[in-house]
């Protein structure tokens, strides 16, 4: 790689683990307002305003590292490439700060809220560093074959792989907890609630039951054709 893609590499993989341990600091602060004894499901009940502050919270690290990929990229790609990059350091090193603040997780099998928009995600912790290491390897080979030619070729079935297989392992994210919520709302007040108050209750009492592996595994291939894709079309040319 030529010396300003090491650069931004470097620049970039910083701000991620920063934001990592900031991200980490946060959670901290809330296991010790609301999980002194250690994070354990069903969840406590947190205030609305709270609630919402945390889903804003997600949104702005969203765009602080939406932002610093654009910035960093001359081209479309190459700031696809850096985002997914900076989200996936980001990730990881979110949990290894966390095991070394709060000894937490005690394995990669243990559950974890994962995101909150629209709904809440939750999975084994092992599953969001798998995607991250696939972000990261899709994030390198579009960066290698941006930097060795002017035009990175991401054919429609690339596209249509890394679409399709993100929406699928969401869904595996989401499966469990809006499996649960159907018995109180229908599918639509789940996703755009008329009543915030009974639905935050509902959530409150939420315990993880199954993790599907089979749609989870279904969109990380999905991924890893799309990489696959990508480097053999990149390389003929």
């Keep these: ?4 893609i090491l650069k931004y590499l470097f620049w ?9 341990f900031l991200e980490g600091a946060v959670v901290v602060y809330l296991r010790e307002l609301y999980y ?15 609630v919402i502050v945390e889903i804003l919270r997600e949104a702005a690290t969203m765009i602080m590292l939406l932002s610093v990929a654009i910035l960093a990229g001359k081209k479309g790609i190459e700031s696809f490439a850096w985002f997914i990059y900076s989200f996936a350091i980001w990730d990881i090193f979110y949990y290894v ?11 990669l099998l243990e559950w974890d809220i994962l995101f909150l928009i629209p709904v809440t995600w939750v999975g084994p912790v092992i599953a969001p560093v798998i995607n991250s290491i696939m972000m990261i390897g899709l994030a390198m080979t579009l ?14 079935l ?13 869904a595996s994210y989401i499966l469990d907890y809006v499996n649960y919520m159907q018995e109180w709302f229908s599918l639509s007040e789940i996703f755009f609630p008329k009543n915030s108050t009974l639905l935050l209750e509902k959530a409150s009492q939420y315990i993880p039951q199954k993790f599907n592996w089979f749609i989870y595994g279904l969109g990380v291939f999905m991924h890893l054709m799309a990489i696959i894709s990508i480097y ?6």
Excluded: C, H
Excluded at 12 to 20: G, I, S
Excluded at 144 to 156: A, L, M, Q
């Design 97 to 107: 700060f966390l095991y070394f603040l709060v000894d937490w997780p005690q394995s």
């Design 158 to 170: 690339a596209w249509l792989l890394l679409i399709v297989g993100s929406i699928v392992v969401i």
């Design 143 to 156: 960066l290698y074959f941006s930097n060795k030619s002017r035009s990175t070729i991401v054919g429609w």
């Design 232 to 237: 053999q079309k990149n390389s003929k040319n």
């Design 1 to 4: 790689m030529k010396t300003g």
């Design 36 to 50: 002194p004894e250690g994070f354990q499901f069903p969840l406590r009940a947190i205030e609305k305003n709270i």
């Design 12 to 20: 970039l993989t910083l701000f991620a683990v920063a934001m990592a």
